[in-house]
């Protein structure tokens, strides 16, 4: 009888994991290098600083190799990768004909679409720091009555905004599904890259 047993929980453990395998498989998420620049929204001033959102451009491609219907659920930053998120920390933006935009709703997964967001970080810099930053940048849009700017591809600036954030803050693009097929939910990390 214990025998029987044990087939039938290595058999139960076999279903488990292959079909938590095809699930991830269903969805392959492949970074794309990207030409968008780096965006900067200036926020509250103080005596010797100014707040600021610092926004890094991803670009990624999500293809859906199986004919389940797929709905993309959510696309958030998450600072550790898991279900926690704070628009305090950070939070993201996505791109619509090349402005920032306040995009909502499921959207049907295809067979393979190309997503452009901003990971935006909140931080601060000084005078002098602020002064640099807008020498080499351009006007790009306003948004939450804020000026945002395009920075330009300046070594100097790049350094003194990536030093802003550290590691452990740069989070991942956690993305949410849902399968009709399966009536499951699933989701699925990419690292933050600067």
Do not use: W
């Not at 990768?81 to 995009?103: H, M, P, T």
């Amino acid at each position: 009888m214990r025998y029987y047993k044990r087939i039938l929980v290595c058999l139960f453990t076999i279903i488990f994991l292959f079909s938590c395998n095809s699930q991830e498989k269903e969805i392959i998420i492949n970074r794309v290098n990207t030409k968008l620049p780096i965006k900067i929204m200036l926020s509250e001033s103080y005596n010797d600083s100014t707040r600021i959102r610092l926004m890094i451009p991803q670009e990624f491609e999500m293809i859906n190799y199986q004919n389940s219907k797929i709905d993309l659920e959510g696309i958030r930053l998450s600072i550790t990768g898991s279900n926690v998120f704070s628009a305090r920390k950070g939070y993201l933006e996505i791109v619509k004909d090349s402005l920032l935009s306040n995009k909502s709703g499921i959207i049907k997964l295809s067979k393979q679409e190309k997503y452009k967001v901003y990971a935006c970080y909140h931080s601060f810099v000084t005078d002098t720091e602020k002064n640099i930053i807008l020498n080499n940048s351009n006007f790009s849009q306003k948004k939450y009555n804020q000026k945002i700017y395009n920075i330009n591809e300046v070594s100097q600036v790049k350094k003194i905004l990536f030093e802003k954030i550290p590691d452990s803050l740069k989070g991942y693009i956690q993305i949410s599904f849902y399968n009709n097929s399966t009536k499951e939910f699933f989701a699925k990390n990419i690292p933050i890259k600067f």
